[in-house]
């Protein structure tokens, strides 16, 4: 039986966003955490900060120019195929993307350049 596509809503946040690194035992800084979303996974490698750009002190060497759109759930943890539905038709176009999920529902991040291209690309879904 074939399955019948996805729709998603999706949905951009307003403003640029910052991807950059700090020491694996380095705390998290508390400006980081400010703003409409943030992500600060640690690994026994790194501690990565996804934050809203205009937060970042200048002195940090960062990957900017990040643009957000989240995708609204909730979703079930359970739920197969999500990102894969999201991220594939993007994968296709030849756009570049990182993930990240939540409990409830997964971000989108793209370069700012290509975010025009994005947001048609996921038009249909």
């Not at 596509?5 to 400006?31: C, D, G, K, Q, V």
Request: hydrophobic share 45%.
């Amino acid at each position: 039986m074939p399955t019948m596509p996805r729709h998603f809503e999706l949905s951009l946040l307003p403003r640029p966003f910052a991807l950059f690194r700090l020491a694996p035992t380095a705390p998290a800084p508390a400006w980081a955490t400010q703003g409409p979303f943030s992500s600060i996974p640690r690994t026994g490698d790194e501690l990565s900060i996804v934050c809203e750009q205009s937060l970042v002190p200048a002195e940090v060497q960062l990957q900017s120019s990040w643009r957000v759109r989240k995708v609204h759930g909730p979703f079930v943890l359970t739920e197969n195929g999500v990102l894969s539905a999201l991220a594939s038709p993007l994968a296709e176009a030849r756009l570049s993307l990182l993930a990240i999920s939540t409990f409830d529902t997964d971000y989108l991040l793209v370069a700012s350049e290509t975010i025009s291209a994005a947001i048609s690309n996921r038009e249909d879904i």
